[in-house]
T-cell receptor
Framework: SQQGEEDPQALSIQEGENATMNCSYK?????LQWYRQNSGRGLVHLIL?????REKHSGRLRVTLDTSKKSSSLLITASRAADTASYFC??????????FGTGTKLQVIP | GAVVSQHPSWVICKSGTSVKIECRSL??????MFWYRQFPKQSLMLMAT?????????EQGVEKDKFLINHASLTLSTLTVTSAHPEDSSFYIC????????????FGNGTRLTVT
């Protein structure tokens, strides 16, 4: 079963704007990961945040984790048309057996 | 580094035939690989965990006799869809990870299976 739920399901923004996606989950986790998927392709790992971390940055990406609320957010700053893709959160409860969220489809309009 | 190659990228087969999908870790050894299935506009569903040298572990509701998994070496896992039916048409993706806790997964590019 899918543990993570993401919102919004779809997001359309103008190039240069920031995009924020949220993920909620139900059980305790070792870490939470964010992945990106271009249409018809495999997933690309973006960032991993451990359960004892609250915020992490990587380039234009900022991820937060609130284990008390069982939620995470992914912020993409200064979006580009090339950021258009589906974004998934994935929770790892151990042994790297991750469970994926429902995904957010992001469209960045040039 | 950490490249996972999946082959074929797409395949069309007739009902009743079997199809084999390969997943290779090109520049690292993977004792564990994972197989997922993804329906259009949906998330990834974990099908099974492939363990090198031992039997795969299947998720609840996944028929192990239908989806045969073999992990004969540290760099290769195969998924065979046996006696395929149109409802097996889907996007199948594999992943592998470098050893260690809190390591990200590296994904193949997926295989689009169409059963006619």
């Amino acid at each position: 079963s899918q543990q993570g739920e993401e919102d919004p399901q779809a997001l359309s923004i103008q190039e240069g704007e920031n995009a924020t996606m949220n993920c909620s989950y139900k059980t305790s986790i070792n870490n939470l990961q964010w992945y990106r998927q271009n249409s018809g392709r495999g997933l690309v790992h973006l960032i991993l945040i451990r359960s004892n971390e609250r915020e992490k940055h990587s380039g234009r990406l900022r991820v937060t984790l609130d284990t008390s609320k069982k939620s995470s957010s992914l912020l993409i700053t200064a979006s580009r048309a090339a950021d258009t893709a589906s974004y998934f959160c994935a929770t790892d409860r151990g042994y790297q057996k991750v469970t994926f969220g429902t995904g957010t489809k992001l469209q960045v309009i040039p | 580094g950490a490249v996972v190659s999946q082959h074929p990228s797409w395949v069309i087969c007739k009902s009743g035939t079997s199809v084999k999908i390969e997943c290779r870790s090109l520049d690292f050894q993977a004792t564990t690989m994972f197989w997922y299935r993804q329906f259009p506009k949906q998330s990834l569903m974990l099908m099974a965990t492939s363990n090198e040298g031992s039997k795969a572990t299947y998720e609840q509701g996944v028929e192990k006799d239908k989806f045969l998994i073999n992990h004969a070496s540290l760099t290769l896992s195969t998924l065979t869809v046996t006696s395929a039916h149109p409802e097996d048409s889907s996007f199948y993706i594999c992943s592998a990870s470098l050893a260690g806790v809190n390591s990200p997964l590296h994904f193949g590019n997926g295989t689009r299976l169409t059963v006619t």
